[in-house]
């Protein structure tokens, strides 16, 4: 066992995938030698595994998530590492038109792909670098998202993410950077599509996904104090998206707050929040409630920022309106 | 094709009939014939057989109430189609009335009980609570919410299905007074509760009391018993001297419906009948008509079926007027005030038989004595023709060597 960081658990598993299979290989811009990556995630890599399995590429998302298609396509498997998921903007043909090769060329060819990214406000990097975009990158349709909400859970789901022949969106959110976890030596993988109960209790479920987990945990232990007993689930994956765990969930509390950290329109809370309320409703007890920002852009002031990204005082109103 | 699973019409009952148990699961596979469904109405219950071999699609689950002439559910023959038919006709749980062109009766309007016009629309319940209230026929619009906003939660309807639980006695229990056990109303229980309510409240009731010298019923009894094999009862003589005292009296043979007082051509007499669960009352029909060796055996096999539990809707239909016969109670000079069965416009008790002392043509003589106590709807019969009745009844069983000889032949 060792303590490791989120960055640190992560490399782990990036170190294990490569030296498992030569087929897999990292490309992006600053992995290399002078950063490995903005949260050093990728720091070690190139000195192991040299320049051609680490390829630094020039300033263009498209270029990279475009030959990371063609590098699957042809039997590769490749990690695209797009910075921050706000960029993904620049290869959105790519996200939207070529990534479903697999689905429209009916199955002839396997495109495993794992797209990593870093998610999240809560630095003041302003609008372009702190976006979740989680509901929108939902609806692109074609591939899996991943969203780990510890080291732990974000090792095991990204040695999986690399392993799957589909193309996989691994969302890594910023401020879970410094979280540390105590990490098994041996080899563990966590399936995708697999959601996990974080907190067990009886009166509310809280479903939120990456940081907002730590957040609803921090908000279950002050409730806990009042007699408010909250159940938190981390979906871990929102494509596919472990139903039958939300559901069960709220078919024991019959009460649910949806959390994420995007606009409420279209967000991932917004639409587990309709999967419940269409599946789910016969167990519900009171209104679905659901916690995410506001319809603007993240903004760059902190004092705005801070409003902006949902805290355990949202959680914890949200939760009081409904029991 | 499908068979639809339809509640048929029942003699004159227009009630919703109860579903009591389906016999198969959704989706199981039923035999042609087989019981698939268990209702109950009017204090029966009855069983719906399956007229064909299939899978069972349920439209109206356990525990609701259906119309009559409703579809509560299908038989599909295959599979696949058992998909289409669940499809297109989704389990209900606020049934939906399907009723079908050849089975409308004119008499009968149904109360719309429609997902539309359920019970507490416009209540603010959650969906979990709503649908516990549904499955444990709570009735929400008696319950007051403690959730947010005053909505009713799914701890309102557990607390209300606790207090369901006690007898006559609400959430706020008084101290001193605690529950042993509770007995749920419905089946048998509810059907007595409703009717003899329904009775004394809908109309204007009275009792004439009066006894009955029986020396002559008894040697009558003694004669009778030493001829045949059937040992003939007291009931099985008042079945048979009441219906020749309604021959002579029709009007006590009547009731007061759509504004107007029917007498009834038939003379149906109805004996109430103990059994475990309650009550129920079997009929002779045309008792007029018949022997006395006849409306022995035939009332035997009544009781009998009504013990086991197994009447049919025919033999509990069509009564005009009803004996009870509390004799079986044992001996005991005692009255009671009965209640009328159903639309009926009277009924006659009898009592037990003692011995007491009377005068006979001046001497103090001691005879065995039953009394009788006759309930008569005063809204339709006046004292005098109640009096007319229980006259005749009395003499024909003082006397009842008149029965040798009726009105009619003379």
């Known amino acids: 066992m060792k303590e490791l960081m989120l960055t640190q658990a992560e490399n782990q598993a990036f170190d294990e995938e490569m030296e498992r299979d030569p087929d897999v290989f990292i490309l992006g811009e600053d992995i290399g030698l002078y950063w490995g990556g903005p949260f050093g995630q990728f720091r070690g890599l190139i000195e192991k595994y040299g320049p051609k399995r680490v390829r630094e590429t020039p300033i263009s998302e498209k270029a990279i998530l475009g030959g990371a298609i063609g590098a699957a396509a042809a039997g590769m498997r490749p990690c695209?590492?797009?910075?921050?998921?706000?960029?993904?903007?620049?290869?959105?043909?790519?996200?939207?038109?070529?990534?479903?090769?697999?689905?429209?060329?009916?199955?002839?060819?396997?495109l495993p792909l794992t797209i990593v990214a870093n998610i999240g406000a809560g630095f003041s990097t302003a609008a372009q670098h702190s976006k979740s975009m989680l509901g929108l990158l939902m609806g692109v349709t074609g591939l899996k998202i991943v969203v780990p909400s510890n080291p732990y859970d974000a090792k095991g789901l990204l040695k999986s993410s690399i392993r799957d022949d589909n193309p996989v969106l691994f969302l890594s959110h910023k401020k879970l950077t410094p979280i540390t976890q105590q990490i098994p030596?041996?080899?563990?993988?966590?399936?995708?599509?697999?959601?996990?109960?974080?907190?067990?209790?009886?009166?509310?479920?809280?479903?939120?996904?990456?940081?907002?987990?730590?957040?609803?945990?921090?908000?279950a232990t002050k409730l806990q104090e009042e007699g408010i007993s909250v159940e938190v689930v981390d979906p871990r994956c929102l494509i596919p998206l472990d139903k039958e765990t939300i559901l069960g969930s709220v078919e024991k509390t019959g009460r649910i707050v949806t959390v994420s950290e995007d606009p409420k329109t279209c967000s991932a809370a917004a639409l587990i929040a309709a999967m419940v309320a269409e599946e789910g409703f016969d167990f519900l007890d009171a209104p679905i409630k659901v916690v995410s920002c506001p319809a603007t852009p993240v903004p760059f002031s902190p004092a705005l920022e801070s409003y902006y990204v949902p805290d355990e005082e949202n959680i914890i109103q949200a939760i009081k309106e409904i029991i | 094709?499908?068979?639809?699973?339809?509640?048929?019409?029942?003699?004159?009952?227009?009630?919703?009939?109860?579903?009591?148990?389906?016999?198969?699961?959704?989706?199981?596979?039923?035999?042609?014939?087989?019981?698939?469904?268990?209702?109950?109405?009017?204090?029966?219950?009855?069983?719906?057989?399956?007229?064909?071999?299939?899978?069972?699609?349920?439209?109206?689950?356990?525990?609701?109430?259906?119309?009559?002439?409703?579809?509560?559910?299908?038989?599909?023959?295959?599979?696949?189609?058992?998909?289409?038919?669940?499809?297109?006709?989704?389990?209900?749980?606020?049934?939906?009335?399907?009723?079908?062109?050849?089975?409308?009766?004119?008499?009968?309007?149904?109360?719309?009980?429609?997902?539309?016009?359920?019970?507490?629309?416009?209540?603010?319940?959650?969906?979990?609570?709503?649908?516990?209230?549904?499955?444990?026929?709570?009735?929400?619009?008696?319950?007051?919410?403690t959730g947010p906003g005053g909505r009713i939660v799914r701890k309102d309807i557990e607390n209300a299905i606790e207090d369901s639980k006690k007898p006559g006695v609400s959430s706020n229990m008084q101290p001193g007074k605690n529950v042993k056990s509770t007995i749920p109303l419905r089946g048998m229980r509810k059907a007595i509760a409703e009717n003899m309510y329904q009775s004394i409240s809908s109309s204007a009731q009275l009792t004439l009391m009066g006894e009955i010298d029986m020396t002559e019923v008894v040697k009558l009894r003694e004669t009778l018993?030493?001829?045949?094999?059937?040992?003939?009862?007291?009931?099985?003589?008042?079945?048979?001297?009441?219906?020749?005292?309604?021959?002579?009296?029709?009007?006590?043979?009547?009731?007061?419906?759509?504004?107007?007082?029917?007498?009834?051509?038939?003379?149906?007499?109805?004996?109430?009948?103990?059994?475990?669960?309650?009550?129920?009352?079997?009929?002779?029909?045309?008792?007029?008509?018949?022997?006395?060796?006849?409306?022995?055996?035939?009332?035997?096999?009544?009781?009998?079926?009504?013990?086991?539990?197994?009447?049919?809707?025919?033999?509990?239909?069509?009564?005009?007027?009803?004996?009870?016969?509390?004799?079986?109670?044992?001996?005991?000079?005692?009255?009671?005030?009965?209640?009328?069965?159903?639309?009926?416009?009277?009924?006659?008790?009898?009592?037990?038989?003692?011995?007491?002392?009377?005068?006979?043509?001046?001497?103090?003589?001691?005879?065995?004595?039953?009394?009788?106590?006759f309930t008569y709807d005063h809204r339709i019969i006046t004292g005098a023709v109640a009096g007319a009745f229980t006259e005749t009844v009395r003499k024909l069983l003082e006397n009842p060597y008149l029965l040798i000889i009726s009105k009619e032949d003379i």
């Open chain 1, 80 to 110: 695209a590492a797009m910075m921050f998921v706000d960029f993904l903007g620049c290869a959105f043909d790519e996200m939207i038109n070529q990534l479903q090769m697999r689905y429209m060329f009916g199955g002839k060819i396997k």
């Open chain 1, 185 to 219: 030596d041996e080899e563990y993988l966590i399936p995708l599509g697999k959601a996990d109960v974080k907190r067990e209790g009886n009166d509310v479920t809280v479903v939120a996904t990456a940081y907002m987990v730590q957040v609803a945990l921090s908000a």
């Open chain 2, 225 to 373: 018993k030493a001829q045949f094999v059937d040992s003939i009862t007291f009931t099985d003589i008042f079945v048979f001297v009441v219906a020749k005292a309604l021959k002579e009296h029709p009007i006590i043979n009547s009731s007061l419906e759509d504004n107007e007082i029917k007498i009834w051509e038939n003379i149906n007499i109805g004996i109430a009948t103990a059994v475990d669960e309650g009550l129920i009352v079997p009929v002779v029909k045309d008792a007029d008509k018949k022997p006395l060796s006849l409306i022995s055996r035939e009332i035997k096999a009544l009781a009998g079926k009504a013990r086991e539990g197994k009447l049919d809707f025919e033999d509990i239909e069509y009564g005009t007027f009803t004996i009870t016969n509390m004799g079986a109670l044992g001996e005991g000079y005692r009255f009671e005030t009965v209640i009328i069965n159903g639309h009926e416009c009277a009924i006659l008790g009898t009592g037990g038989i003692s011995d007491r002392v009377v005068a006979r043509d001046g001497e103090i003589v001691i005879r065995p004595v039953m009394t009788f106590y």
């Open chain 2, 1 to 145: 094709m499908s068979i639809p699973i339809k509640i048929a019409k029942i003699g004159w009952g227009t009630d919703p009939v109860e579903l009591v148990e389906w016999r198969a699961g959704e989706g199981g596979r039923v035999e042609n014939d087989s019981v698939i469904l268990a209702v109950t109405t009017k204090k029966i219950e009855s069983d719906i057989h399956a007229e064909g071999d299939g899978y069972l699609h349920i439209v109206v689950p356990e525990g609701l109430k259906a119309e009559i002439g409703s579809v509560v559910g299908y038989i599909a023959e295959t599979e696949e189609e058992l998909k289409k038919i669940q499809g297109e006709n989704p389990t209900d749980s606020g049934v939906t009335v399907e009723k079908e062109e050849d089975s409308i009766d004119e008499t009968s309007v149904p109360e719309a009980v429609s997902r539309r016009s359920r019970k507490g629309e416009g209540i603010r319940i959650s969906p979990v609570a709503r649908k516990m209230a549904e499955e444990n026929n709570i009735d929400i619009s008696s319950i007051t919410g």
